[in-house]
């Protein structure tokens, strides 16, 4: 587009000396092109300030490795390679052998725990009605033991005197069987409490059993394309397997990367228009919207390592990069990821700049017609 600027305006100055037949002096000549030089450089300024292009873009969207976290061998792919698949769909089965066995077994230890604590429970309600009756029977020897204790004070026989011993002896031995009960019954609340705690610590391994027999049918995390399958029936998976099994890459969520220097990346903002185009469809243009500015790169991290820096190595390149959302969803998510081609990002307000910058993204998207 500089070149083209520049053809302009060496034309304007031809015509000026042909037809305005301005003098050919060195002087005239000199001060043409350095007016020039200014002009052509304050455009290309202005231009690039208020209305950014970039020939450095690529569209991208979420990829999801497909790794399970359960070491167990693959029984069946169900998805192809280039299949679409719904969220919750069943992408490939894992032998359930090992993992059913452990959840019968705590199912019927859970059931077995819980038995038993319905017969703890039993016993409580039996302690307790066993409290009720020996608290009963203390209280009827009590009564008898206190009219006795009257009909002596009245004046009685030997013989009352000697009941009323008995009675007293009946009595001491009812409180006995009270405090018996009561700590039977605490018994059995022990036991029920670590019946309970039982069912629970059986419930807890069942549930862990459970949740790795479910994930032995791995279902996609979203919508999306299988794209690469690693495994294949008879595969063992490894929970620490450096590589996964498959790649599933999300549909929508499209988002093309635009690469600029950093000074021009000054006057864009979030929300700020944008033309993309793309070179696998020549001769047209897609539109959209920033939705994030990256004024972050991987250039400025330093590794927390041992080893000191290498301060010839420290430095960058200069450049960030500005997040496009594109207008059409239905185009978006037809386009392959990785897309090459270039964007202009149009900045607030509006000015005569961006019209530099429509006509060299229409002359970039009709040169990608070229075989080159």
Sequence with gaps: MIIAITAIYCALVYAAFRIIKIPVLSSTIATAVVIGVFLIGAIVIGW?????VSQQITLTRFI?????DLKALVKKINVGIG??????????????????????RYTAD??????????????????????NRTKAQRDAVKAKRDAEAKLKAIGSAAARELRLIELESDLDAAKASVAEAIASKAQAEAALAAGRAQVASVQGLLDKAAADLSRTSYRAPADGVVINWQARPGTITAVLRKSAVGTLMESGNSRVVVVLPQNLMRNVKVGDPAEIAFMSRPGTLATGKVIRVGNYTGEGQLAAEGDVPIVANIGSKGFFAAVVKLDDDALADGLGLGEAGAAAIYSQPEGPFHVISKIYLRMVSLSFFLPF
Excluded: C, H, M, W
């Design 48 to 52: 690039q300030g208020a209305a950014p």
């Design 64 to 68: 999801v490795a497909l790794n399970p």
């Design 83 to 104: 299949q679409r698949v719904k969220k919750g769909d069943v992408l490939f089965e894992l032998d359930t052998g090992q993992f059913q066995g452990p959840v019968d």
């Design 110 to 131: 859970l059931q077995a725990a819980k038995k038993q604590v319905d017969q703890l429970q039993a016993a409580v309600e039996l302690s307790n009605a066993t409290i």
